[in-house]
């Protein structure tokens, strides 16, 4: 099983040995979760607890598949500071450091920042008047699609082609109205699929027959665990279905309170395959 680290803050402060394992990044709910922006939904209560609890569960989950999670330090005071995807993007040793498009959410980044530092790679930043919410940006291979439209502009895209392009990667823009950010419209299959609910995704014809449409929305949100196996929301049973008639080994988490909150299981870690 995998190991939950507390990322403390101080420089020289974190040691790691190497490992060839697989690892993320996550930050526990705060106390003030329900206080959080809200874009294409309406606001419902909370259940904190739940929120706790069902947070524990996706952790567990990613361990008992061998994943091992580092905590990056908390930031009570900033309500979506759960949602860590936003404040990086990850591509082989480099770690971009993130400038949210809505300004309350941009102290979340330093523990981030903090945190990867520790882990050993290289960091740069997005910087103003570039906005870029990870959540935009979804990779598979080498393709990296950034949602425009939402939080992140097109400087902020520009920036990020800027850093990843000499890498190797390929960047390119996509339209999004519909959701808060692209990976609550698409995310990526293990074989490269682009699954997403169709009412959500402005363009489809992006991805050309890769697309799969989804019947439920929760259904467009996996994280990949392995070439076999994907990581998904309880609340879409009928694409776990399809999911697992395509040969894929599907792992479903309850995440109800996240769900409230625009957030998916994408939007609760840093997926670290470096």
Request: contains cysteine; glycine residues 10%; negative net charge.
């Amino acid at each position: 099983m995998g190991e939950v680290w507390q990322v403390v803050a101080g420089v020289g402060s974190v040691r790691y040995t190497c490992r060839m394992r697989r690892s993320a990044l996550v930050r526990r709910p705060g106390p003030r979760l329900a206080d959080g922006l809200l874009t294409h939904l309406d606001r419902v209560p909370v259940d904190l607890d739940l929120a706790r609890r069902q947070w524990d569960g996706y952790a567990a989950t990613l361990q008992t598949q061998g994943w091992d999670l580092y905590e990056v330090e908390p930031a009570d005071d900033c309500p979506d500071a759960v949602f860590v995807e936003d404040t990086a993007v990850v591509y082989g040793d480099l770690a971009v450091i993130t400038c949210p498009g809505a300004d309350v959410r941009r102290p979340e980044t330093a523990g981030t920042e903090l945190a990867l530092r520790g882990r050993g790679y290289r960091v740069v930043r997005i910087e103003a008047p570039g906005t870029l919410d990870g959540g935009d940006v979804l990779k598979h291979d080498r393709e990296v699609w950034v949602g425009l439209g939402g939080r992140t502009n097109p400087a902020g895209l520009a920036q990020l082609t800027a850093q990843l392009e000499p890498l190797g990667a390929r960047v390119s823009g996509v339209p999004l109205t519909r959701v808060l950010h692209l990976k609550s419209a698409v995310t990526a299959l293990p074989d490269g699929t682009v699954v997403g609910h169709r009412p959500l995704v402005d363009d489809p014809g992006v991805w050309g027959d890769r697309f799969l449409a989804v019947p439920e929305e929760a259904g467009a949100h996996v994280v990949l665990l392995d070439g076999e196996t994907v990581l998904m929301s309880s609340s879409a049973p009928l694409t776990r279905a399809l999911l697992t008639e395509r040969g894929l080994h599907v792992l479903a988490v309850d995440l109800t309170e996240f769900e409230k909150r625009e957030g998916c299981v994408t939007c609760l870690s840093i997926r670290l395959r470096g």
